[in-house]
């Protein structure tokens, strides 16, 4: 029985080491699986107008609270089969199933208000100036500035004044 103990010690001790990289730590689930294959952490958006947020990645797990914007960015910080694991802007965090999610790229105005430019650029004429919460589809990010429709108005907002795309990432 020892010789066999140790045998399966000694096995799984050389199979950890291959599963490593598509193992996130998570100490309520025992290990968060990478399913999708797609890089976590990375961001999305809401699909419906109404997105259950439970505590665990599963229906057995209790709504915690309701998401009521459509569209809203998220972002995904860890994957258990068919659940996601989100955190919204404001920092909650919770699990939602991944049909309640889509690849759409919005961002969301944070601190205090932001003026949408015609050009990338702050010597460029403003085309309108935007509330903390206001949502939006980001077309393109490069360097400090990304390109966004807010509400009907298109324009160039700094990449700091928003929520939804990762300081060096390239959004095309």
Same mark, same amino acid.
């Given at each position: ?11 799984? $001790? $050389? =199979? ?6 598509? =193992? @996130? ?30 505590? +665990? ?11 009521? #914007?459509?569209?809203?960015? =998220? ?12 955190? @919204?802007?404001? +920092?909650?965090?919770? /699990?939602?199933?991944?049909? $309640?999610?889509?690849?759409? #790229? ?16 702050? @010597? ?9 919460? =206001? $949502? ?8 400090? /500035? ?9 324009? /160039?907002?700094?990449?700091? @004044? ?11």
């Amino acid at each position: 029985l020892r010789l066999l103990t140790m045998a399966s010690v000694a096995l799984l $001790m $050389m =199979v950890a080491p291959l599963r490593a990289q598509e =193992v @996130d730590p998570e100490p309520a689930t025992g290990g968060v699986i990478k399913t999708s294959g797609l890089p976590v952490p990375r961001f999305v958006s809401l699909r419906s107008s109404e997105v259950n947020v439970r505590t +665990g990645p599963g229906t057995r797990y209790p709504i915690e609270w309701v998401f009521l #914007r459509k569209e809203m960015p =998220v972002e995904i910080t860890a994957e258990f089969d068919t659940w996601r694991r989100i955190r @919204d802007w404001e +920092g909650s965090e919770g /699990w939602v199933h991944q049909s $309640m999610l889509n690849g759409h #790229r919005n961002v969301v105005i944070l601190g205090s208000t932001a003026t949408l430019y015609q050009e990338s650029r702050t @010597d460029s004429s403003p085309v309108a100036r935007a509330q903390p919460g =206001v $949502m939006g589809p980001v077309q393109k990010c490069d360097g400090e /500035w990304c390109q966004v429709n807010l509400g009907g108005y298109k324009g /160039w907002l700094r990449r700091k @004044d928003v929520w939804g795309v990762y300081p060096q990432e390239k959004v095309e």
